[in-house]
């Protein structure tokens, strides 16, 4: 069963993998890369990772790829442009992949990776939020620190570099909208009735 | 054999949640019709079955019967998969909602998280169907949308990390548990600015009034589902009042203790049980109904003010109390 299921995502994986990056269409490629992260959260779920596989949905799937999509949607790819050049670029292209090929080779054919057994099954009660939480927050507390603040130089250099006033701008404040009281804008003017005059 | 056993139980399990949970959702526009126009002095839709109650069946045949358009310009597949993905989104955050201590599908860990991250992909629903109309109205109600969804997502998870500080789980049976022991020990009551801003969010990502400029009539006609009809509006029209009821069970199981009962303690009365759940839940939907009775909607730009510069400030600041709180021992509910 859960091999069955395995190969069933990881052929999904696959295909959307492709579509990603065969697919001419930006929005429809955009869509096979959501395809693909809920995918390999589920191929995390059956390694009983469901913590990591839950948080991959909602920062990529439910942040990320909105956000993108929301780029993507606006802007209006030209494929035509985005071809020119395909011969030019290609020995570059192929140089690039090969290396990639060449290192994940190596990597993934080192012993560390070899023979790693399926984990065994743990018991129902197993909790492993809390195992993960506590191993996070003890032992690799300096660096999990040290990458949050890495990430909130980060937000704030992005903000940094598209943030700019520009002068003319008409602004509200809303707390001065509702401090304004009646005799700011109203004035009670006394006028003596107009009488009216007498028919000659 | 036993597989095949426990396939079946697991269906019929979830046909024992989702057949309540799509009728309530049928006559919940029903509810929404007849309260609303009580406070507005009408009485709201009697024409069908003794004073209106047959109402949203004719309402199901009606749609049932209608011709489902697709624009020629628009993308078919993507067009139809649109409101399947909404609903998807909507029953899918189902499986692991509890009812009661034993009553519940999938007594999932990371429950919370689940529901938060399934809930996340109906925003899907809603930009595809938007882009796949190939409308300008459409187009730009699913803009809207994804921007007040982004934002007010932020404002929820703070508001729900609160929750998670504060019980020391993210498994929602855990959550009830942690706030055992009386009204004051409920989470409404050391939360409550947690609990105002996470329902008020949640309207927000519901997309219903005062927050519904993605529908906004006056301006976009009716935003991104402008193009359906039939049943494939229909569709986008349940995923709505399913995300309605489940906002509203999230709140009363996070924040209001879910089934157990505010008189505990007394013999018949204190028993945690389904019915005050349910109760808790229909206070939540009545608090939508009014809402949408009384407000008139919001301006765009005042929406986003609203997300970003206000709730997510005192979130964060409640936040750091809560955490303060539980760290120094002071929590009074059972952490």
């Not at chain 1, 390999?40 to 790829?65: D, H, I, K, N, R």
């Not at chain 2, 919370?112 to 109600?141: D, H, P, R, T």
């Not at chain 2, 009365?269 to 909607?297: D, H, N, Q």
């Amino acid at each position: 069963m859960e091999s069955f299921l395995f190969y069933l995502f990881s052929t999904i994986l696959l295909v959307a993998a492709t579509a990603v990056i065969t697919v001419r269409h930006t929005v429809r490629a955009a869509l096979s890369l959501v395809l693909v992260f809920f995918t390999s959260a589920a191929l995390w779920v059956l390694l009983e990772a469901e913590f990591l596989a839950v948080t991959l949905v909602v920062v990529y799937v439910g942040a990320v790829m909105v956000l993108f999509l929301f780029v993507v949607m606006m802007i209006d790819t030209n494929t035509t442009v985005l071809r020119e050049g395909f011969t030019k670029y290609l020995p570059l292209g192929v140089l690039v992949a090969v290396t990639m090929a060449a290192e994940m080779f190596l990597a993934l054919g080192s012993p560390g990776f070899g023979g790693m057994a399926a984990p065994a099954p743990h018991p129902a009660s197993y909790n492993n939020v809390a195992e993960l939480g506590s191993i996070l927050y003890t032992q690799y507390v300096y660096p999990f620190e040290l990458a949050s603040v890495i990430l909130l130089v980060a937000i704030i250099a992005a903000i940094a570099l598209t943030f700019r006033r520009r002068p003319g701008t008409k602004y509200q404040d809303p707390a001065r909208q509702v401090s304004v009281r009646r005799a700011d804008c109203v004035r009670l003017v006394q006028m003596p009735a107009a009488r009216k005059t007498p028919a000659p | 054999m036993s597989n095949l056993i426990l396939v079946i139980w697991t269906i019929i399990k979830i046909m024992m949640v989702m057949v309540p949970l799509l009728l309530s959702v049928a006559w919940l526009p029903y509810a929404e019709r007849k309260i609303i126009g009580y406070m507005q002095i009408r009485i709201g839709p009697n024409r069908v079955g003794p004073r209106g109650w047959l109402q949203p069946i004719a309402d199901a045949m009606k749609l049932m019967f209608k011709e489902i358009t697709v624009p020629a310009s628009a993308n078919k597949v993507l067009f139809l998969l649109s409101p399947v993905l909404c609903i998807a989104a909507a029953l899918g955050a189902w499986a692991v909602i509890p009812f009661s201590d034993a009553l519940v599908l999938s007594n999932c860990n990371v429950g919370l998280l689940y529901v938060l991250a399934i809930s996340s992909m109906g925003v899907y629903g809603i930009i595809i169907a938007g882009w796949a109309s190939n409308s300008k109205y459409s187009f730009l109600g699913s803009m809207r949308s994804t921007a007040q969804m982004v934002a007010y997502e932020i404002s929820m998870g703070f508001a729900l990390v609160g929750v998670v500080v504060g019980a020391g789980s993210l498994n929602l049976g855990s959550i009830v548990h942690a706030q055992q022991g009386g009204l004051f020990h409920w989470f409404w009551f050391p939360m409550l600015p947690l609990l105002v801003i996470y329902f008020i969010s949640a309207v927000a990502e519901t997309n219903r009034a005062p927050f519904d400029v993605t529908e906004g009539e006056s301006e976009i006609v009716a935003g991104f589902h402008l193009e359906y009809s039939g049943m494939s509006f229909a569709v986008f029209f349940l995923a709505e009042y399913a995300n309605m009821i489940l906002v509203s069970m999230l709140a009363s199981l996070l924040f209001l203790g879910g089934w157990l009962s505010p008189f505990e303690g007394v013999p018949i009365l204190g028993e945690p049980s389904i019915f005050w759940l349910l109760l808790k839940v229909s206070f939540f939907l009545l608090l939508y109904l009014w809402f949408r009775a009384t407000f008139p909607r919001y301006r765009y730009d005042q929406i986003m003010r609203l997300g970003w510069k206000v709730f997510i400030p005192i979130t964060i600041a409640w936040l750091l109390l809560i955490g303060a709180l539980v760290v120094t021992g002071w929590a009074w509910w059972n952490v």
